[in-house]
């Protein structure tokens, strides 16, 4: 008797999966939580940093290994398959822009995640400090080059990406398949007296003496625009007696935000009533964005955009910018400005801050929109990307 056809394997690369999260991180935990039941028919090796969790899955259809080598370096770009068994492994899943070499001499099959393209299209924006700033910029280049010329499929976060993919690369764009980001369920409205406590205590904590506060969340780099939000939030409500409780809250994940932003602040006035938090839990993240008058996300640039989606989900009301994935992103819930007006910026401040009823009314369409972004048909587009590789011709 025959021996039945064995199951397709798929390796997905889960390294961002380790102590502190990131926007990437819940892209692969979203994968992992959700795309082996939905495919009992395949068998997943997910591949996991040495810090990440001991177990990513107890699906019996996963088998998992520790690689040692970073995720976003040579090891990976260079010498993957020296580094990790891919032998019986049909599909290969980088979830983090790079195509490595090595895949197609052995007839692997790829879906490469391409959040987005900043380094092709906006390098000043993407790069850190320094040489090494422009040496990560070159190596990114590199990779997602490599991405649009030799993946088999690959997956973007919104449709104003996969459009930016079309202006470099039409024949990568018509191998890409959108996959709209979920929400954490961690985000929620709070309600009740017990919601007043937790929006009390992170106020207390991270914000003391502020009665009202803007808020803006996000690492310190170019493009998140974090100098055009302090200089807007001083034309809003830096001059007038009327807002003089109204202060700016920071969350910066990374950077030397304070640094370069505290000087600017006193410049402008405002410094007593600026602050920067960071270190919040999920939970001190929901509640802040509960008490917020409004998240101010004036980006230059976003692939997806996770705070503004964090905040519509917590009853937060949203500005942000009308450019790149954040209409799309929005969906008509937001105050859409140009991020390069400051004035359009601190004219949408102001509007929210002084009329109850359109901020009333922003958090009831920044929930509605927040319910129609899921996880699950995140995980659900990237089988789907899966299943068209596996059916391809192998390279």
């Not at 080059?145 to 499929?153: L, V, Y």
């Amino acid at each position: 008797m025959a021996n039945p056809r064995r199951a397709p394997v798929v390796c997905v690369d889960c390294r961002y999966l380790r102590e502190r999260p990131s926007g990437i991180s819940t892209l692969v935990q979203a994968v992992v939580d959700h795309v082996p039941a939905m495919a009992p028919d395949l068998e997943f090796l997910f591949m996991k940093h040495p810090r990440g969790p001991e177990r990513l899955s107890p699906a019996p259809n996963v088998r998992e290994v520790v690689v040692r080598a970073e995720a976003n370096g040579p090891g990976t770009m260079f010498w993957l398959p020296k580094i990790v068994d891919l032998r019986g492994v049909d599909l290969y899943h980088n979830t983090f822009n790079v195509m490595p070499y090595g895949l197609e001499a052995r007839a692997v099959r790829s879906v490469v995640t391409v959040t987005d393209i900043m380094q092709l299209k906006h390098p000043r924006l993407a790069k850190g400090p320094g040489l090494l700033g422009w040496a990560d910029v070159a190596y990114k280049w590199h990779g997602i080059r490599r991405s649009f010329a030799h993946a088999t499929r690959i997956l973007t976060i919104s449709e104003a990406t996969r459009q930016e993919i079309a202006s470099v690369d039409a024949r990568a764009a018509d191998k890409t398949i959108v996959a709209f980001e979920g929400i954490a369920d961690d985000f929620h409205a709070l309600e009740g007296d017990e919601g007043a406590r937790q929006i009390e205590s992170v106020r207390r904590r991270f914000c003391a003496g502020a009665p009202r506060y803007v808020l803006t969340v996000g690492q310190f780099s170019a493009y998140k625009n974090h100098e055009g939000v302090l200089r807007a939030f001083a034309e809003a409500f830096g001059r007038d007696a009327r807002y003089a409780d109204v202060n700016l809250v920071f969350v910066q994940r990374l950077g030397v935000g304070p640094k370069v932003l505290r000087p600017i602040a006193r410049e402008l006035g405002v410094d007593a009533r600026v602050h920067f938090a960071r270190d919040l839990s999920i939970g001190e993240l929901n509640a802040i964005y509960n008490g917020a008058v409004a998240l101010c996300h004036p980006s230059l640039y976003e692939g997806f955009g996770n705070p503004p989606a964090e905040a519509m989900k917590a009853g937060c009301p949203v500005v942000t910018s009308n450019r790149s994935s954040m209409p799309e992103v929005a969906a008509g819930a937001a105050q859409l400005v140009d991020p390069e007006r400051v004035a359009d910026i601190a004219g949408a401040l102001r509007r929210i801050a002084d009329d109850p009823a359109l901020a009333a009314s922003m958090r009831a369409r920044g929930l509605a929109r927040a319910a129609e972004l899921s996880w699950k048909s995140f995980a659900a587009k990237n089988l789907e990307a899966y299943r068209e590789a596996l059916a391809a011709p192998r390279p």
